[in-house]
């Protein structure tokens, strides 16, 4: 600084008016006002920086060098608050121009490079829009470290970068140099918790396998985190590969929790394996095979994954689900709700003004049908209730028996079937107490029975096939009802195997012409549940040949557009794989064509928050039919289906389906209350709740009958207090109503599903996962609920039991390494988001503090509040594994 006491320290500020244009006195007008409003430090700080600028264009080089280097220092030590240009910057902008011109004159040198630098930084605030100067002197300049000028200029780089990248492609230019830059600022970001800008650049320039290379230890998981939950807003193929990296990430840093979770978003069996097989922990392998038992992936583990033959069926025991039903009672008993309910329990006559009493007379067989139902969701799971399983006053059962035959004709089969949804989940000792019934004479009664069987085995798979023995045999029994049973329980027990031995006795009903409708669609659909997602084309064509065969009078049957709902299960959630069949519907028959054509795409897109999809949905739905016409329910719940995935979404989808009742057509609003059941599925929001309050009173009968189903639905398992008492309103309101009054004991008794243990949501591990299985069962509901009064208020009312399979304990359950439950405190709060923010923010808000096993209502989250133990995977959800933590010291 030494050479600032020369003379012409005076020289450079009165010689600078001189270069300035004609209108120099109104600038110096201007000027003075300026410098009277600078303290003095500015002031020198200004003519400081004037003199830089002058002695930069010296012709001495050592000067030049000087005046750079003071340049460079003031500009970086000049502090600057967020909402200021720093100083230097300021006072350095009327000489932006001077220094590009001059530079552009400058022989090749360190100097000029120098100069670059300096230019680079100077453009931050001085260049035009769109002009990427900063880019253009930084590429010029030297091969510095550019994170020593500051957060704000590498930023400002980065969004330079990504224009300059996007017109150098278009252009077919060399991108090197830019790739270069690129490392250093990835670098830069990463070392500063920046990790989502990274990540933002590296999507920009397409390149985000540099990731892995950056990431250590301490930020990989945000990074993967941003990457994740960013996957679902990126449009395909770059969603995919965000996972993909992400899921490379977790494996190197060995969190391999997290990769199995994203192995099964990606329904990557091969990944699945790699996790397995990146260990040798075998309790780790034990929380891996929860996780997918959860999940409901039919693996067959084999010897490389596990080669020990006694750990491998240890394992595969817990694939298997096996242990649920163990699981489940644990909770219930610890909870202290063992004791059987009663309908009229959750009825709650006795609230209700007097009306509702005198009703009972009415239809009493429909009125015993909705108990069994009832009786059915609230206990199911328990192994006991007071209609079916009431062995203690006679020892031959003769009093299980007096509650089935208060039910008519195939009324009979729902109360047999119940039994096993009573039993859910414990194979051994439900398929003794179902057996009996097996043997009746009635074959209603039969076909409830093999219903049973299949619904008792929902879930769990087991090595001697005991459903597949038994229903077997009867899938080409005389009486039709029996073949439904056994066709309906073989789909529920082998949801999601991809079961051969099934697809080969169930395909010859597709192909024969002379099979009755209502078989050709159980089979259908008990097809489209064993190999839900499997894309497998020979299932596909014979649906298809069996849509085609069929006469016109057959494809106006309700039951008929179950049909294409079977065909869209084998392509749920597998977005372009469907377009080959998707462009063969459009072959159809005019009656069934478009439905055909709107439900495969929504069951396709179903999960994937693919917006386009949405938009087009939206555009059918906007359209004003001749009568007669019905793809536009379908269109509806496909929107809810879509945009289900994430929240934003969601939110989006609930305010059009607002629009869509203002201004919809009749066949529209019917299906909106389930397709707003469908979004908030055992998750009560108030303002979907008042919704659905107001259409369940709303004039047209189909209507209201939806939005109460569907108030069962967002209620379901949650015990939720206020459904309940809406419910418990409209049964008396709606007591001449036999339909209505149904419609309303079903929710009731979906509200208090399994006492309030069990969700019906198809996500689980932090609203991440979506079970394909449990996705399938509500979509059949849903379609089949379009058309309530033929379907589940005709004769078809034991389709309800397919709910069975979106039923899961909503509870975290904590075990020992031993596999036994395991009590330690946790705080259970509601989620929040913590994606990108800074620091380590708290992961739940608002929490208690309970002892394991607790329940978990839909967005909240658990974490442990002990360091005692160490859990093995990072979601606490289901089961959950602790091993001791070595490190911990006891205070007392």
């Known amino acids: ?55 930069v264009q010296d012709s001495d080089p050592g000067v030049q060098k000087l005046a750079l280097e003071s340049m460079r220092q003031e500009i970086r030590t000049a502090t600057s608050s967020m909402t200021s240009v720093p100083k230097p910057l300021k006072f350095l902008r009327p000489h932006y121009g001077t220094l590009k011109e001059y530079f552009e004159k400058m022989p090749e040198s360190d100097l000029k490079k120098y100069l670059a630098d300096i230019l680079s930084v100077l453009a931050l605030t001085m260049s035009a829009e769109g002009e990427r100067e900063s880019l253009k002197y930084r590429l010029l300049g030297s091969e510095g470290d550019i994170g020593s000028w500051g957060h704000e200029y590498v930023r400002n780089l980065a969004g330079e970068i990504a224009q300059e990248f996007q017109k150098r492609q278009y252009d077919d230019m060399p991108i090197d140099a830019l790739m270069e830059l690129v490392q250093q600022i990835v670098a830069f970001h990463m070392k500063h918790n920046a990790e989502p800008e990274a990540v933002d650049l590296l999507m920009e320039v397409e390149d985000l396998d540099l990731l892995v290379e950056y990431v250590d230890a301490t930020n990989y998981k945000r990074a993967c985190l941003y990457l994740t939950s960013s996957s679902s807003y990126l449009p395909s193929p770059d969603d995919i590969l965000a996972l993909d990296i992400a899921y490379t990430i977790y494996i190197k840093f060995e969190d391999l929790a997290s990769a199995l979770r994203i192995a099964l978003y990606l329904d990557n069996i091969q990944y699945v394996k790699q996790v397995y097989t990146s260990t040798e922990d075998l309790l780790l392998k034990k929380q891996f095979s929860y996780i997918i038992a959860r999940h409901g992936l039919a693996l067959e583990l084999d010897d490389d994954i596990v080669a020990d033959e006694s750990d491998r069926e240890a394992l595969q025991d817990i694939v298997n689900n096996a242990k649920l039903s163990e699981g489940y009672l644990t909770l219930a008993r610890d909870i202290e709700v063992m004791e059987p309910k009663s309908p009229e329990d959750i009825y709650k006559v006795h609230l209700i003004d007097g009306r509702a009493s005198a009703s009972s007379s009415l ?29 203690s006053e006679s020892s031959t059962g003769g009093s299980s028996g007096s509650w089935l035959f208060k039910n008519k004709e195939h009324g009979k089969a729902s109360a047999a079937a119940s039994l096993g949804m009573i039993l859910l989940w414990d194979v051994d000792s439900g398929l003794a107490q179902i057996d009996k019934y097996l043997h009746s004479t009635d074959n209603h009664v039969v076909a409830g029975a093999l219903l049973g069987v299949g619904i008792v085995n929902c879930g769990i798979k087991n090595d001697c096939d005991p459903a597949l023995a038994v229903l077997i045999d009867y899938i080409n029994k005389e009486d039709t009802i029996i073949r439904i049973g056994a066709i309906l329980g073989l789909g529920i027990a082998y949801a999601g195997s991809h079961k051969e031995e099934v697809r080969s006795r169930l395909s010859q009903f597709l192909g024969d012409p002379k099979t009755p409708l ?19 084309e020979e299932i596909a064509q014979s649906i298809i040949f069996a849509l085609m065969d069929r006469s016109d009078t057959e494809l106006g049957e309700p039951l008929t557009r179950l049909l294409p709902v079977a065909l869209g299960l084998l392509y749920l959630g597998k977005q372009e794989s469907v377009e080959a069949t998707a462009e063969v519907s459009k072959t159809f028959n005019e009656k069934i064509k478009k439905y055909c054509d709107v439900t495969l795409m929504s069951l396709a897109y179903a999960g994937t928050g693919n917006v386009l999809k949405v938009q087009r949905l939206l555009g059918i739905c906007s359209q004003h039919l001749d009568k007669g016409e019905t793809h536009q329910g379908p269109a509806v719940l496909g929107i809810a289906l879509i945009a289900m995935a994430e929240e934003l979404g969601l939110e989006m989808a609930v305010r059009s389906l607002e629009r869509l009742l203002q201004y919809g057509e009749q066949n529209i609003r019917r299906a909106v209350p389930l397709a707003l059941g469908m979004l908030c599925i055992s998750n009560p929001k108030v303002n979907v709740m008042d919704t659905l309050s107001r259409l369940s009173h709303d004039a047209d009968a189909d209507v209201s009958m939806a939005a109460i189903i569907s108030l069962g639905l967002i209620g ?39 006492k309030g243990l069990l969700t019906l949501s198809p996500y689980h591990s932090d609203r991440f996962l979506l079970s394909p299985t449990a996705l399938a069962g509500l979509v059949i509901i849903l379609h089949a609920c379009l058309d309530m009064k033929s379907v589940i208020l005709g004769k078809y009312h034991y389709l309800l039991y397919i709910l069975v399979l979106a039923m899961q304990p909503r509870m975290m359950l904590t075990v020992d390494e031993k596999l036994k439950p395991l009590s330690v405190p946790v705080r259970v709060g509601q989620a929040v988001d913590v994606v990108g923010q800074a620091g380590r923010p708290k992961t739940i808000t608002g929490f208690q503090t309970h002892s394991t096993p607790v329940l978990l209502a839909a967005g909240e989250r658990a974490e442990l509040a002990t360091d005692k133990y160490i859990p093995l995977t990072p979601v606490l959800e289901g089961f959950v594994i602790l091993k001791e933590n070595p490190d911990y010291r006891d205070d007392h």
């Open 1 to 55: 600084m030494a050479a600032d006491k020369n003379p012409s320290g005076s020289a450079g500020p009165e010689q600078a008016p001189q270069k300035q244009p004609p209108s120099k006195e109104h600038k110096k007008k201007k000027d003075e006002k300026k410098d009277e409003d600078l303290s003095d430090e500015d002031l020198a700080l200004k003519q400081q920086l004037e003199l830089y600028v002058e002695r």
């Open 518 to 536: 209502e078989l050709l669609v159980f089979s259908a659909l008990s097809l489209g549940l064993v190999y839900v997602g499997s894309c497998s």
């Open 363 to 391: 239809d009493s067989a429909r009125q015993n049908l909705a108990a069994t139902f009832v009786n059915a969701f609230v206990n199911a799971g328990f192994g006991q209730d007071k209609l079916m399983t009431v062995l």
């Open 716 to 754: 379901a398992g949650t015990n939720n207090a206020r459904i309940a008492g809406m419910l418990r309103n409209l049964s008396s309101y709606y007591y001449k109503e036999a339909g209505h009054l149904f419609c309303v004991r079903i929710a009731q008794g979906l509200v208090h599903l399994g």
